[in-house]
């Protein structure tokens, strides 16, 4: 089990976002949360990354036990990647400065002897002509991928990925979902908030309905598509599909 | 010169090969402007020629010319007070920095957000309410006469030193709480980005807000810069004689307040360009962010 949540509590203030959440991910698996605004999606995947603490519950990554109190967050952030919807790049640096920030930092090397792994990067994803390009010279479906590639470059076991495409215009959701797709095809674990049914169904392991702050239902994409079980899950489905 | 060009364009596409090669509109336009041309500038006649010709009608002008704008009394002062005037660049010039480095780090202080550091954040809290609602005279007084007053040795008891620290203390509170206005504006998603990658809190803040930050509020900080330009002048109620309390010797000295005048002028020709740029330079950010 590469990341195993269990029964995860959350709440702001007086609104309990996260009631009891039970999840499991394999190594090399991709997990689509699927589920209405607000049913906690976001949320879980913040709580996975520390960048909220969860009231309740654990989450282990390998088996270490990451939301304990005493553990020191930052290594643990430098393991889990995160791409967010608004892209969130650092509009005073260009593509390959974002991409470099991190790993400059936190390994302590240089630019030059960075720069080879970030220009492999940006060959794979096929924006080696956009590396020296500020954040407002792109599109954004260019912003999304280098925003993924940032992420990539500090080498994480896991990737959680906020409904990425949910700020692009329509043609530009294609060009990111194939490098997630990419991704896939490298065995790199998942973990998708999306809206996206179509491609969920057609690339994930794995496909977990969120509800209110519940995992009302999860299976395999066509078991759920096809044959939900719970009427909710296919009022929900009804609706988006 | 942008205007016309402006206007210059449509004539181009829709009136291109009229007789007059202007449309309508345009004649109509450029008429409209001369007239309004032409009433701003006779107006702007007439104050003036009211001023011209009513105050010296005044029954205290000849005196009040004799007194504020003599000239054989500005001929004879105006080096020397120009001379006086780099005490005040000098000053000016040492405090800047520190007030700049000072202020930012009052403004982190106060961004502080673990609750071990809760004592920095409420220090720079009270630090602003303090320094912000006091006077900065009452600063320099206090601090100028009261610090050497402890009886230390020199160079410690030296205005210069003290005048520095007041004015330094005085402004970081004001130039903090522009640093902070501009932390502040940046979006939590740029915190975010940088905390998920696993960067420190202060590698957060060094490459990510505070590059940003710093950019958005230069043209507010610079109006600081400003009024400390001219506030440094206060700095002379304890002891320096710099260009005010030169003009101040000179008025005793001849009876006579142009020196006065003399100092204002000065002061002009530094702080009207600053104000024009920062004016642009707020104006371009402006444009960049609509």
């Given at each position: 089990m590469k990341l195993e949540i269990i029964d995860l509590w959350k709440k702001f203030g007086a609104n309990v976002v996260c009631k009891g959440i039970d999840l499991a991910v394999n190594e090399g698996e991709m997990v689509c949360l699927i589920g209405a605004s607000g049913s906690g999606k976001s949320t879980l995947l913040r709580c996975i990354n520390l960048l909220e603490p969860v009231d309740d519950g654990r989450i282990l990554l390998d088996g270490?036990?990451?939301?304990?109190?005493?553990?020191?967050?930052?290594?643990?952030?430098?393991?889990?990647?995160?791409?967010?919807?608004?892209?969130?790049?650092?509009?005073?640096?260009?593509?390959?400065?974002?991409?470099?920030?991190?790993?400059?930092?936190?390994?302590?090397?240089?630019?030059?002897?960075?720069?080879?792994?970030?220009?492999?990067?940006?060959?794979?994803?096929?924006?080696?002509?956009?590396?020296?390009?500020?954040?407002?010279?792109?599109?954004?479906?260019?912003?999304?991928?280098?925003?993924?590639?940032?992420?990539?470059?500090?080498?994480?076991?896991?990737?959680?990925?906020?409904?990425?495409?949910?700020?692009?215009?329509?043609?530009?959701?294609?060009?990111?979902?194939?490098?997630?797709?990419?991704?896939?095809?490298?065995?790199?674990?998942?973990?998708?908030?999306?809206?996206?049914?179509?491609?969920?169904?057609?690339?994930?392991?794995?496909?977990?309905?969120?509800?209110?702050?519940?995992?009302?239902?999860?299976?395999?994409?066509?078991?759920?598509?096809?044959?939900?079980?719970?009427?909710?899950?296919?009022?929900?489905?009804?609706?988006?599909? | 010169m942008g205007a016309s060009e402006r206007q210059a364009a449509p004539a181009g596409s829709g009136a291109a090969g009229r007789e007059s090669g202007l449309s309508r509109r345009e004649r109509r336009e450029r008429r409209e402007r001369r007239r309004s041309m032409l009433i701003a500038a006779a107006s702007t006649a007439i104050a003036i020629a009211a001023i011209v010709i009513l105050v010296p009608m005044t029954p205290g002008w000849e005196k009040v010319q004799k007194a504020f704008f003599n000239e054989a009394v500005f001929v004879k002062t105006f080096p020397k007070l120009l001379e006086a005037f780099w005490l005040d660049v000098a000053m000016f010039l040492w405090c800047a920095p520190l007030i700049a480095v000072w202020g930012l780090v009052l403004a982190l202080m106060r961004d502080a957000r673990s609750p071990a550091l809760y004592p920095l954040k409420l220090f720079a809290i009270l630090y602003s309410d303090l320094f912000r609602g006091v006077p900065v005279i009452l600063v320099i007084y206090l601090i100028g006469f009261g610090i050497p007053g402890l009886g230390l040795p020199r160079p410690w008891n030296s205005p210069y030193i003290w005048g520095t620290v007041a004015l330094v203390l005085s402004y970081s509170a004001y130039v903090a709480e522009v640093y902070r206005a501009g932390i502040e504006s940046i979006h939590e998603s740029q915190r975010a980005a940088a905390v998920s990658l696993g960067l420190s809190h202060g590698d957060m803040m060094r490459f990510v807000v505070l590059p940003q930050a710093i950019r958005r509020v230069i043209p507010a900080a610079m109006n600081n810069l400003i009024s400390l330009q001219k506030d440094v002048a206060l700095v002379s109620f304890i002891g320096p004689v710099e260009i005010f309390r030169q003009a101040g010797v000179y008025k005793s000295l001849y009876a006579n307040f142009t020196p006065y005048v003399g100092a204002a002028l000065i002061f002009l020709v530094v702080t009207v360009p600053a104000t024009r740029a920062v004016d642009r330079m707020i104006a371009r950010q402006q444009r960049r962010q609509s």
């Open positions: 270490l036990e990451i939301t304990d109190p005493e553990q020191d967050p930052q290594p643990i952030r430098q393991r889990i990647g995160m791409v967010f919807q608004s892209y969130n790049l650092f509009p005073h640096m260009n593509a390959l400065e974002n991409v470099l920030l991190a790993p400059r930092r936190i390994t302590g090397r240089s630019r030059a002897e960075l720069r080879p792994m970030a220009e492999a990067l940006f060959e794979r994803f096929n924006l080696a002509d956009r590396m020296g390009h500020y954040p407002d010279q792109m599109s954004g479906g260019q912003q999304q991928r280098v925003a993924i590639i940032r992420a990539l470059a500090m080498k994480p076991e896991v990737m959680l990925f906020d409904e990425v495409t949910s700020a692009l215009d329509p043609e530009l959701v294609g060009e990111v979902l194939d490098v997630l797709r990419q991704l896939k095809a490298e065995g790199m674990t998942m973990i998708l908030a999306t809206h996206e049914m179509g491609f969920a169904r057609e690339v994930a392991d794995k496909v977990c309905f969120l509800d209110a702050g519940r995992i009302l239902e999860e299976g395999p994409p066509e078991q759920l598509f096809e044959r939900p079980r719970e009427p909710r899950t296919a009022e929900f489905l009804s609706r988006v599909l | -």
